[in-house]
């Protein structure tokens, strides 16, 4: 912002007025120039030799105005008595802009505040017109547009990417019926089991009342104060404990709309269903000291990284896919499905891909768009309904209530980010923000005055006609929700070693942030329920002396059928789509083997940035100058899915000595990657202590690189870190 420096005397504004009659010859930075110029031309006409250099080179700019539509001579002063006087109360211009800056916020989610959406598209593949009268699932080919949004669930707005914790996968479908939200995460299970608990467990997983940290971490005492009284987390603390927590980009994630829902065909007939997604890039994770450093890398890593996607046009996709089910089925699986603390294992009902989303657009402004989509599960279409999930229950009032407080309105379905692209009336009206013109005397139904006013439709919107269960009234837990432990243990032996020995080693982490011994024992006592191996590792890397007693269950665990598709690593594809190569250079680096290395990361599908100590890029062997997409200080192999090292040996010999150059191949190793290097490059590996395996090899041989960056090198993980 430029400000007129006050009590600027004379002598010296003539002096500023002639240094920016110097700067315009000298073509001066334009800030500088500015601000200079506007200072010194102040007097009471600012209009003149400053406003061309407003101008950028070619623009046809309309003119500024108030909110009013009143044209702006003057943007940089303010009105006041004397050039060196008071400001006047006069001054409706300054008013107008001050005011509106001092409301520009609005109160950002008490949960999924940080978020990252994108625009595209759904198209549905397979028809369940058997089971369903929402068009948006019955017409094969059909393009639906829909609004995406990503979020972590614990950090405020500005809190970072990368933290341990759930992702939001909302989705707005704006189909010709009404807008559909498919409010989901990307786990499939939660914490709790009744929308009464809600509150308390995002109490107490945000940063704790009194001192106000931390953000966005699980890892301390309230939130495990809190699970430790409430077994039937157990379940989802597994989930959340593995890498599914730390994913390594938006676009590699899976999505669930975790409750049964209902499909209702023409007949009124209902099926139950769930949804998932499941991304075309397969899963991928991070491993969580990536993941640590990524937080200070770039606290917008994968807003980052999805931006970056769908600029270089490389959409990310999922596939929808559907658990269909009846009542029949239902009454017979060894869990209630309406409990939100199980899932329905693939073995048991697979899954029917149906169709595909496709994000091809990035918003044209983060507030009006990622900021103010307001998404509500209650938003349903003739065909779907509701199942009796007490949690989803609780989720259709929590939605509205929270949009009326955070944009303020009940017309909030007008802005253009949640308004249904179909025609919608009815005679709801008024309040504040009203921006529709309703015409005639008719707001009212039945009436008889306008033939034009809308009217209840046979293809509207019915709910399922089931009969309600026998049973009383009452605040109660039923029975068939009570065993908290067997699907907890059904997803640690599902995993696989490598991934198990994450979970232990996430739950050593998280429990030696806790300072609370009683907490931390309590945890462990539960762990006994799911897999006594678990708990004793966990018990050793806290440093317990004996296993703490196992709590009373209400059911005793089950040994469930393992159930490969829970895993990540049995869901990793091996491929370099999608993916992002870090190429360090320096002057003298070999101008053959970076291009040979380019084409054949480009050919596998992935982006290569070239980093290098200047970011002006360096003077390649042919004598070529190359540029760089990140200086090396700023940019480290956690930004990057594999790196190679190409240097001559002088750079290579300087850079060793060099602190984050040494650091961008050992946290590369660290972290799992691929790395490939040059001789010049053996220098840094040497410096950082790194042996050759067979994820590290020769920077001439693109191939065995490309090979081994399609993965990560799990194998080596022993080497380089104690887990639990
Ligand atoms: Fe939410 N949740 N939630 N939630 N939730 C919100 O609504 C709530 C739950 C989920 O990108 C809030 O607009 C209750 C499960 C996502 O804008 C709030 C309960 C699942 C998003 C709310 C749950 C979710 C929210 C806060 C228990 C996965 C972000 C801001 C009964 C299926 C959507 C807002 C976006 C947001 C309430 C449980 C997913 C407070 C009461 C289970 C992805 O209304």
Redesign the pocket.
Known sequence: MQHRPVGVDRPLLILLRSFAMASKKTATPRSTTRSTTRTGGATRDSRGQGDELHQPAGGKHPPLTTNQGLPLSDNQNSLHATPRGPGLLEDFILREKITHFDHERIPE????AR?SGAHGYFELSKSLARYTTARILTEVGERTPLFC?F?TVAGGAGSIDTPRDVR???VKFYTQQGNWDL???NIPV?FIQD?MK?PDVVHSVKMEPDRGFPQAASAHDTFWDFISLTPEAMHMIMWAMSDRAIPRSLRMIEGF???SFRLLNAKGASTFVKFHWRPKLGLQSAVWDEACKLAGADPDFHRRDLFEAIENGDYPEWELAVQLFTQEQADAFPFDHLD?TKLIPEELVPLTVIGRMVLDRWPDNFFAETEQ???CPSHVVPGIDFSNDP?LQ??LF??LD??LS?LGSPNFHQLPINAPKCPFANLQRDGHMQMRVPRGRVNYEPSSLDPQSPRETPAGFRSASVPADDGAKGRVRPESFADHYSQARQFYRSQTPYEQAHIASALVFELSKVGTAHVREAIVGHLRHIDSALARRVADGLGLAALPAAPPAAVAAKDLPVSPPLQIIGKMKSTLQGRCVGLLIDDGSDAGTVRALRKAVEAAGARVKIVAPRIGGAKLSDGKPQTADGQLAGTPSVVFDAVAVVLADKAGKRLAKEGAAIDFVRDAYGHLKAIAVDQGGQWLLDAGGIERDEGVVDASDARSFVAAAKGRLWEREAKVRTLA
């Open positions: 989610r008490i949960v999924h978020g949004r979020s939001g996968f909302a409010v989901g995460n939660f929308a809600f709309g975790v409750h939100a989509v307001a998404f949690l609780g989720r929590s939605y929270t949009q955070r």
